[in-house]
């Protein structure tokens, strides 16, 4: 006869635009198995979550009432159910709420943002990661940079987001790079070095960056500058203005970076170069660890 089922004692959910990640968690807050699909909300509509998710978590789920517990943008205004956000000062993962549900299975709890009302800003899922980081660090206060797309410096102080900024460096690389004039130009190669020496140009000069833009592809043209050059000039100019204009986060403080690897790499190596201490951590361990924070406030457990 075979044996009983062993089934998890929750479940974690890292609920994008593009891709949805789970994992398998076990009493012991071990993650037993994982998965990932390329269901994320963007491509679903409002009534498609509950069965898409029962879908995929369905060798884990059974017939008996399992909790799920999710961040990300799942909890947008277009996602599952909205989950408000929370104004800073606040700790990062101060609102969770339930998400409705057909079926007795799924209780589905989803965490909500964070946002800043002078400048305006607001941030939906990186207060997971942020989360994460100060579950690992308890005692954590300096800056968090968390390099992507959209890229966040938050500043923490006692288990807080103080303030926050966004920068839409990663977005301005893929549209330069892949729509505009400098697609014929930039490729997935890289150079160090050009990186590095190309940061503190655009730091000096953040007002010329226009102008520097057009020079790859000039430079490429009349001098045959190859495509490893090109790619870094481009990040290099593109970071070096965000740090310039982030410079009230990162100078004379200690900054820990969460982000994709090499991603994440080439931040550390911009701050090392401005003399920054910098602690670079794993953005899927930092997501993870702040989904587990979060169960752990649903269930009244430390």
Request: some cysteine.
């Amino acid at each position: 006869m075979a044996g009983a089922v062993s089934y998890p004692a929750w479940i974690a959910v890292d609920w994008g635009t593009s891709n949805l990640r789970a994992w398998a968690m076990s009493d012991d807050g071990h993650d037993v198995d994982h998965v990932t699909s390329d269901r994320g909300m963007g491509r679903l509509a409002h009534g498609d979550f509950e069965p898409t998710l029962m879908s995929i978590l369905a060798p884990w789920v059974g017939d008996r009432p399992t909790t799920v517990v999710a961040c990300g943008m799942v909890g947008s205004r277009q996602g599952w159910v909205e989950a408000p956000y929370t104004q800073v000062p606040c700790k990062p993962q101060s609102g969770i709420v339930t998400a409705p549900v057909q079926s007795n299975i799924l209780r589905v709890h989803v965490i909500g943002g964070v946002k800043q009302d002078a400048p305006s800003d607001v941030m939906r899922g990186e207060e997971t990661q942020i989360a994460g980081f100060l579950a690992l660090n308890p005692d954590w206060d300096g800056v968090i940079c968390l390099p992507g797309t959209h890229t966040k410096w938050a500043h923490i102080s006692a288990g807080e987001i103080v303030s926050f900024q966004t920068f839409m460096t990663g977005e301005i690389f893929a549209l330069l790079s892949k729509q505009s004039i400098l697609r014929h130009s930039v490729s997935d190669a890289w150079d160090d070095d050009v990186f590095v020496d190309t940061l503190s140009d655009a730091m000096a000069r953040p007002e010329a960056l226009a102008a520097r833009l057009f020079h790859i592809r000039a430079q490429g043209l009349l001098h045959g500058a190859d495509d490893g050059w090109s790619a870094a000039r481009l990040s290099g100019l593109l970071v070096g203005a965000e740090l310039a204009a982030a410079r009230p986060y990162w100078l004379g403080q200690s900054v820990a970076v969460i982000g994709p690897q090499t991603l994440a790499q080439h931040y550390v190596t911009a701050l090392q170069a401005q003399a920054v201490p910098t602690l670079q951590t794993d953005a899927t361990q930092m997501t993870l660890a702040g989904l587990k924070a979060a169960y752990a406030s649903l269930k009244g457990t430390p």
